[in-house]
């Protein structure tokens, strides 16, 4: 099979804010994931979707399936450009289509699905213009994160505020930085968990990983924050949280956990892959923050390999693993259409 691997690369440029490029893939991961399909003796061209005009690409070079890691372009719906394109040259490719992708990037609209769906997320409410009165239900303390973003952009320990006024500088701050609405939640104090699905016939629960923050005390971040993220393993800094998978639960958590995520991924419809993000409260309630379609695959660094290889998976075995997920799903998805 030709396989194109579609991906935005992390660039160094001092003009752009520090978190510019914090979603895009490094060329390491970029080569790893290229090796792992190559492993299986397909061709895999590479296709930085940053400087290709992809329209053009696709009609001269022809391709059997694309993998799909690309963060897009940008705005709220950058993460369904790629698919939207492959689906108007009906190029099949890999991970959710572009309603998912677009649903799941927008935190405020995902929770309210989650809401009806009965799964717990924190309170909260969204701010368009900051000017909106603070409903009097939410309790301090409360976090404030763009609604559209991923890779904790713009979200850091200065984020959890006790105060109205505190919030309201952060809620402004947020709006004017991003150029989008804030989203006001609860912050839930207990365990940090992230919790895998990979789709192989059947959509299958990765172990939990539990992410602790109590060995970053001195660094002033106490949460998955985007210092955190973005320098993790950092000693000077104090930036080294502990990772436990599988998690540190008892066995009833562990099941509402995974259920949890599960429910999540299928309220939001994605495919093959996806990556939720939960707190759990004192009560042992998960509560779901967010879900990832499109995860991080750093071999080394991102959370989704660990837990593929605490589930026994080596880096190949997940890669080749969405693929083929991805590949009987177009199959199945062909025959019906053909019926
Ligand atoms: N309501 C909350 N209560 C407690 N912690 C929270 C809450 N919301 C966010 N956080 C903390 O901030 C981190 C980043 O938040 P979130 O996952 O919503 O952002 P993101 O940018 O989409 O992250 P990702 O890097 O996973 O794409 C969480 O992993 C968690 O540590
Ligand atoms: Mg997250």
Redesign the pocket.
Known sequence: MKVALTYNLKEKDETKPADYFS?FDSAETVGAIAQAIEKKGHEVCRVNASNTDLFSYFRKNKVDFVFNIAEGKSGKFRESEIPAILDYLDIPYTGSNTFSLALALN?SLTKKILKAENIPT?A?QLFVKGTEELDPSLKFPL?V??NC???????NAS??VETKEALFKKVKEIIRDYKQEALV?????GK?L?VGIIENGKAQVLPILE?D?DTCVKSGEF????R??EFQGNMELGLVPSFHCPARLDAATEKLVKDTALATHQAVGCSDIS?T?I?LDRNNVP?V??I?PL??LDPKESNFPVMAYAAGMKYEDLINMILISAKDRFLKNSKREEN
């Open positions: 979603e935190k924190p909260f976090i994160k763009p973003e991923g890779s904790a952009k713009g979200i984020n959890v939640e609860e912050f839930i104090r940090e992230t992410i923050f949460f998955y924050s985007w955190m993220k990556r993000d707190r509560y923050l967010e990832n995860p991080g």
